[in-house]
């Protein structure tokens, strides 16, 4: 196995949406209307070549400059097009899995990164010929109806929380108690009961342990952890996050999802009654979709 990283300058300079190519360099020309200033550079490249099916793979990482990004909390999600070595062939992945929660920054950065996970090129291959796609860059204000703030939802457990906007987007969430979570861990294995049993028979013992510790481990840590009930059909939230009451942001320790169940965990205890809930929700508006393509990537 061999693995080499490779720094490239290849550079993309644009204002969205529509793509000019000259020689590697992208120029996205701006469209009716206002137009947001976007930088894509292409940054660290390792490719690790193996007969092997494990460890396998290449990575390409974006580096993402622009207006477009300082008023952003960060990518939602990167769509590959084509991705093609000079020797013609695919490099784009079977699939492609997502993270379970977005990792924000709790500061607006003037920089993001992006790491794009590729097939092993052509043992023969010296460049990546074309690396096309769009990134959803997530710039969320209330205006938008990407940020709704929910105050004093430690005051009424149990209950669906009440905003307009969710109820507009077909979201339910529900922060719940130590009692009403078990409940919903009831309702949750009686809705997914066949699909329980043929984990179970796929992964053995392991995944009932897995199903078992998850549940086990929230209710252990009652006193420092936040437990709620996420409905989203149309999975439209991308994250909950805390601020206090001076509107800085809570720091979360560790978060873990089953299902339509997420729970929050924090260090020491939970926060105070009158910390603010802040749900993310991907809307038309509140996703900015940057297309980019970038030619003649070297590979190490």
């Not at 929660?101 to 992006?114: M, V």
């Not at 078990?182 to 997914?192: A, D, G, S, T, V």
């Not at 995944?207 to 149309?234: G, H, I, R």
Request: aromatic share 8%; with cysteine; charged share 30%.
């Amino acid at each position: 196995m061999q693995t080499k990283i490779h720094t490239a300058k290849c550079l993309l300079i644009g204002l969205a949406f529509f793509p000019c190519i000259l020689s590697g360099v992208c120029f996205l020309l701006p469209a009716k209307g206002e137009a947001q200033e976007v930088e894509i550079e292409v940054g660290e490249v390792t490719d690790t070549r193996t007969t092997g099916e494990f460890f396998s793979g290449c990575e390409v990482t974006l580096k993402i400059e622009g207006d477009a990004v300082s008023n952003s909390l960060g990518i939602r999600a990167t769509r590959l097009h084509m991705a093609v070595d000079d020797t013609g062939q695919n490099l784009i992945k079977d699939t492609n899995s997502s993270p379970s929660f977005f990792d924000s920054s709790s500061e607006k950065e003037d920089t993001l990164q992006e790491r794009i996970k590729l097939k092993n090129p052509s043992r023969n291959a010296k460049a990546i010929k074309s690396l096309e796609g769009e990134l959803e860059i997530f710039q969320p204000t209330i205006d938008n109806e990407g940020m709704v703030i929910i105050e004093d939802f430690m005051s009424h457990p149990s209950e669906p929380i009440s905003s307009s906007t969710l109820d507009k987007w077909h979201v339910q969430v529900t922060y719940l108690t130590k009692e009403s979570y078990i409940l919903k861990k009831k309702e949750f294995e009686e809705r997914n009961k066949e699909g329980l049993k043929k984990a179970a028979e796929r992964y053995g013992g392991t995944f009932a342990e897995m199903f078992d510790d998850f549940f086990e481990e929230s209710l252990s840590d009652e006193k420092n952890t936040l437990q709620f009930y996420v409905k989203d059909p149309d999975k439209r939230v991308i994250d909950l996050a805390f601020i206090d009451n001076m509107g800085n942001p809570v720091e979360v320790w560790r978060r873990s999802s089953m299902g339509e169940l997420r729970t929050y965990t924090f260090k020491k205890t939970i926060p105070p009654p009158d910390t603010k809930l802040v749900i993310y929700l991907a809307t038309p508006d509140s996703i900015k979709i940057v297309p980019f393509k970038l030619n003649d990537i070297a590979l190490p």
